[in-house]
């Protein structure tokens, strides 16, 4: 992309230009917030389980004592020898965050089909210390639908991102958030799939102020584990 080179008053003439954009953008993703806010909830009937480093823990058991749970539903099926690329981008940021979370009343972890000790010696090799629990065995990952059967594969259809969706593939990224109440109830409170799992890539929002931008030309194919950068 060429770009002009003007005097420094036309660039602030431009930058202010832009700056009323930015702000619309911001007042319309505070109103986001708020609706997303007010949306109705649902209680979470069935129980699930998950192996942890501490043991078979229950979905209550994972909040860790505070009221809200975050999860990183983090694509990695058994059998796989590395987590997803760009879920591996995602959990990227997760460390820095967690302890402004924990106090912050709120709780965040990763969750895989693939079981612990795949799990662990993934983890280990990228120096993550966030809490990842496994899912294999369970129905968590089927029912918040970001794993799918190989019927439901072969079908060509799958349900993803609240709708048809056009991939296939047994593995999907997203993240969710639940709440527990004083009596113990667990309510799903939302959760957001395809493009919406930008919001745990900080990387990207810093991108966008450089000035090459994402310089992207084919979506994440410039992501790599980040041990794996030359």
Not at 5 to 13: A, G
Not at 41 to 66: H, N, Q
Not at 111 to 123: F, G, H, K, N, T
Not at 138 to 151: I, K, L, M, Q
Request: hydrophobic share 35%; with cysteine.
């Amino acid at each position: 992309m060429q770009h002009a080179v003007v005097s420094r008053d036309d660039w602030l003439t431009a930058r202010r230009d832009l700056l009323k954009a930015e702000k619309e953008l911001t007042r319309l993703r505070d109103k986001v917030a708020r609706e997303r806010l007010v949306l109705p909830w649902v209680r979470i009937d069935k129980e699930y389980m998950f192996e942890t480093l501490d043991g078979p823990c229950s979905l209550a058991d994972l909040f860790d004592g505070r009221s809200q749970l975050l999860v990183q539903h983090f694509m990695f099926a058994p059998g796989w020898k590395e987590g997803c690329p760009g879920c591996s981008f995602m959990a990227d940021h997760t460390d820095g965050m967690n302890i402004h979370l924990a106090n912050h009343d709120v709780t965040m972890i990763a969750v895989s089909r693939a079981p612990l000790a795949e799990i662990e010696r993934y983890r280990k090799r990228m120096g993550w210390q966030f809490k990842w629990v496994s899912s294999f065995g369970d129905d968590f990952n089927y029912d918040f639908r970001v794993s799918f059967t190989p019927e439901e594969i072969a079908s060509g259809h799958i349900d993803y991102n609240f709708g048809e969706w056009s991939g296939t593939g047994e593995e999907w990224p997203g993240v969710s958030a639940f709440f527990k109440d004083e009596a113990g109830d667990i309510f799903r409170t939302y959760s957001t799939y395809g493009r919406g799992v930008e919001v745990m890539m900080g990387t990207y929002n810093m991108l966008d102020l450089a000035p090459k931008g994402r310089n992207e030309t084919d979506g994440m194919d410039w992501v790599r584990r980040h041990d794996r950068y030359e």
